[in-house]
């Protein structure tokens, strides 16, 4: 394979670096703007190539020493190399590129990205694999001492079957090294399998770490095979009897079990000493989060960035509002405080119920919650019926919105659309689609997830008079 020389210009979507040739661009990954590099070719088309890092020759003055013994081979933060102010300048920019290069619309002002109030240790939510197939790194390849058939981390970029075997994450909690060691070493000693994500063979599963924002609640979630061997009814016997006296902060312990050839890390619960839950406050709302539910991962950015949502939304008393794909409500009830009505709409049936939940339990009246799938014709039925809204807040999946509810959305004609997005892609797409009645009026990206080259997005759209 060839290799040359580049010089780093700038980053892409998803994080890949760019390099100009002669007229070609180049991908290369792990690069960082003026950085000069020696890259191999794998990939060599007409138009572009791809190529990979063998040599750092001058490094840029941006780049910066990464925290993490995996940064490099662990696929979750590709910009821990990266300055964080320029993390947010770049974010910023992804979203300007997204509207003109993909939406091709105009659009008002962009704000600065907002940064997160830490960049490390702030997910409440950490999920980890078992794997008995362990990704092997280039030094671990002769090393003939490491382990093959045993690994508790993430799973290797790109692939649902290799594991790899994790120490240390400087986003998670930090008493994740300490659990992760502990039960690595028991299932080490007392010999459990590990699940093989394409044999469906294997005992250990999933290892879910959950925290609430303060660090006073603390929850682990064990999900297993049903067992078969005396291993397997040993090691569970271990984690009933000892594993809270290890870690006393333990709030929450769960053992749970599933037979599902999916790989999606939810069970059935067998046992559990402590709550089955964790509570979260926004805005002085409580939020039940159970250990398999959806909740955003950054605790210490949720609050700055529901005020932003609120606050791009300037709801007004008399409003009547919808918030589609709305979850377990973490937008609805702190906008309740701020409208007449609102209604929540989102496709998990286990959401809404949390959703309902956390509405009862907080005494909040004005907030009205249905399970529909906002991508069915069945709930555009349901959308005609009710009282057309003031404000509608749109918080979608990465894959967007589908088109048949922009459409409805057209028709309706609101006076105002909050668009909250993890994918500026997608949402200058279908803002292009509105963009039929309304004008993107202000955008305000959020760092959620520091490290990485993912940015939230929040679009104010206005019906066009």
């Known amino acids: 394979m060839p290799e040359m020389e580049l010089q780093i210009e700038s980053i892409g979507f998803e994080g890949v670096s760019i390099a100009r040739y002669d007229g070609k661009v180049h991908f290369i990954e792990g690069g960082i703007p003026g950085d000069k590099v020696r890259v191999r070719i794998h990939k060599n088309k007409s138009s572009y190539a791809e190529g990979k890092i063998i040599e750092l020759i001058n490094p840029s003055d941006r780049r910066v020493s990464p925290k993490c013994l995996h940064f490099g081979t662990?696929?979750?933060?590709?910009?821990?190399?990266?300055n964080y102010d320029d993390q947010l300048m770049w974010k910023r920019n992804h979203v300007i590129d997204s509207f003109e290069r993909l939406g091709k619309i105009p659009y008002g002002n962009v704000m600065e990205t907002m940064p997160s109030p830490k960049t490390f240790n702030y997910r409440n939510k950490m999920e980890f694999?078992?794997?008995?197939?362990?990704?092997?790194?280039t030094n671990e390849m002769d090393d003939e001492t490491v382990v093959r058939d045993f690994a508790l981390g993430l799973h290797a970029p790109g692939r649902f079957d290799k594991v790899l075997d994790i120490e240390e994450c400087h986003l998670a909690d930090d008493r994740t090294s300490s659990v992760l060691k502990t039960i690595r070493n028991k299932a080490m000693e007392l010999g459990v399998t590990a699940h093989h994500a394409r044999h469906h063979t294997g005992f250990l599963r999933n290892l879910i770490i959950r925290t609430a924002q303060n660090g006073s609640e603390f929850m682990i979630a064990l999900i297993t095979s049903s067992p078969k061997e005396e291993s397997d009814n040993a090691f569970i016997q271990w984690f009933k009897d000892e594993f809270k006296s290890i870690f006393p902060s333990l709030t929450s312990l769960l053992w749970a079990v599933t037979d599902s050839l999916s790989g999606v890390a939810v069970g059935e619960i067998r046992w559990y000493?402590?709550?089955?839950?964790?509570?979260?406050?926004?805005?002085?709302?409580a939020f039940r989060i159970s250990p398999f539910s959806f909740f955003q991962t950054n605790g210490v950015q949720l609050e700055p960035f529901i005020d932003a949502i609120v606050k791009t939304a300037s709801l007004q008393s008399e409003d009547i509002v919808w918030d589609c794909y709305c979850g377990a409500g973490?937008?609805?009830?702190?906008?309740?405080?701020?409208?007449k009505k609102i209604i929540g709409f989102e496709l998990s049936e286990s959401s809404i119920k949390d959703a309902e939940l956390n509405k009862t339990q907080n005494g909040i009246?004005?907030?009205?919650?249905?399970?529909?799938?906002?991508?069915?014709?069945?709930?555009?039925e349901k959308l005609s019926s009710l009282e057309k809204p003031d404000v509608v807040i749109l918080d979608p999946p990465r894959a967007g919105i589908h088109e048949m509810l922009l459409r409805h959305l057209l028709q309706?004609?609101?006076?105002?659309?909050?668009y909250v997005s993890c994918n500026p892609a997608t949402q200058a797409r279908d803002c292009a689609i509105l963009f039929e009645k309304y004008d993107v009026q202000t955008l305000q990206p959020v760092d959620m997830f520091p490290h990485t080259y993912h940015v939230e997005n929040i679009a104010l759209l206005t019906l066009r008079k």
Do not use: M, Y
């Open 74 to 82: 662990c696929g979750g933060c590709k910009w821990q190399h990266l």
């Open 129 to 137: 694999s078992f794997g008995a197939s362990r990704w092997l790194t």
């Open 273 to 285: 000493t402590g709550n089955t839950f964790i509570t979260e406050f926004i805005k002085d709302i």
């Open 330 to 339: 973490s937008i609805t009830l702190p906008a309740s405080k701020h409208c």
């Open 365 to 380: 009246t004005n907030a009205q919650f249905f399970h529909e799938d906002l991508h069915k014709q069945k709930a555009i």
């Open 412 to 418: 309706l004609e609101v006076p105002k659309i909050v």
